[in-house]
């Protein structure tokens, strides 16, 4: 899916935060993650299309893919070309919008949703969640036998996402996974390229 060493997408999550965004975002970026996926759903699209804009340059500067989120209507003025959306949204995804993107992602909870998703046309999908995860707190995380069953189930990569961390990164490679998303940790860790480095295979 994404030329780069790393098996790592960074996940976003603005509100999270201990410095300016586009400063975490450009720590990051220098990291070469696999691909920043730019969650802020919360936002209105005038908003996120101004803040994707700056994004996409940052990561276009360091060769890092970056990859926009739910605003599919924003990613196609910006000539974005990787676009990850919610289950939901990627249904209702036409034929003539989907063409734009070359990268096209999708959040699956199940082997149903993964095999559906692959069916509409998927490139890659997340995973999970895998452990328990303070993103969901009190939801238990579906395991490493559910990320082993999705992998199975697809010919496409699968990314582990929740709860993932140096500690325990090995067994969702081991699972079958092509790597790990990172939201949490990356938003607030203050050695960015120590927390990559760690999370290297």
Same mark, same amino acid.
């Given at each position: 899916?994404i030329?780069?060493?790393? !098996?790592?997408?960074?996940?976003t999550?603005? =509100?999270?935060?201990?410095? !300016?965004?586009l400063?975490? *975002?450009?720590? *990051?970026?220098?990291? @070469?993650?696999a691909?920043i *996926?730019?969650?802020?759903k !919360? ?6 299309q101004?803040?994707?804009a700056t994004?996409?340059?940052i ?5 890092v893919?970056?990859i926009?989120h739910s605003?599919?209507s924003?990613?196609?003025?910006l000539?974005?070309?990787a676009? @990850?959306l919610?289950? @939901?949204?990627l249904?209702?995804?036409s034929p003539?919008h989907?063409v ?7 959040s699956c909870?199940?082997?149903e949703?993964? *095999? ?9 999908? &997340?995973?999970?969640?895998v452990?328990? &995860? !303070?993103?969901k =707190?009190?939801l238990?995380?579906?395991g490493l ?17 929740g709860?993932i ?8 490679r ?13 938003m607030v ?6 927390l990559?480095k760690?999370?290297?295979?």
């Amino acid at each position: 899916m994404i030329m780069c060493m790393s !098996d790592i997408l960074c996940v976003t999550n603005r =509100k999270l935060c201990r410095e !300016d965004f586009l400063k975490r *975002i450009e720590r *990051i970026a220098v990291c @070469h993650p696999a691909g920043i *996926i730019l969650r802020e759903k !919360d936002m209105i699209p005038d908003e996120y299309q101004e803040l994707a804009a700056t994004v996409m340059g940052i990561c276009e500067q360091h060769g890092v893919k970056c990859i926009l989120h739910s605003f599919s209507s924003v990613a196609i003025p910006l000539y974005a070309e990787a676009i @990850h959306l919610p289950l @939901h949204l990627l249904r209702e995804l036409s034929p003539e919008h989907k063409v734009h993107f070359r990268v096209l992602g999708a959040s699956c909870h199940s082997v149903e949703d993964a *095999i559906e998703a692959q069916a509409l046309g998927c490139t890659y999908i &997340t995973a999970g969640h895998v452990f328990e &995860t !303070d993103c969901k =707190k009190g939801l238990p995380g579906r395991g490493l036998e559910f990320l082993r069953n999705v992998c199975a189930a697809v010919n496409i990569p699968v990314y582990g996402i929740g709860g993932i961390d140096s500690d325990n990164i090995a067994l969702v490679r081991n699972a079958g996974a092509s790597g790990a998303c990172l939201m949490s940790s990356l938003m607030v860790c203050e050695d960015v390229a120590g927390l990559l480095k760690a999370m290297e295979g």
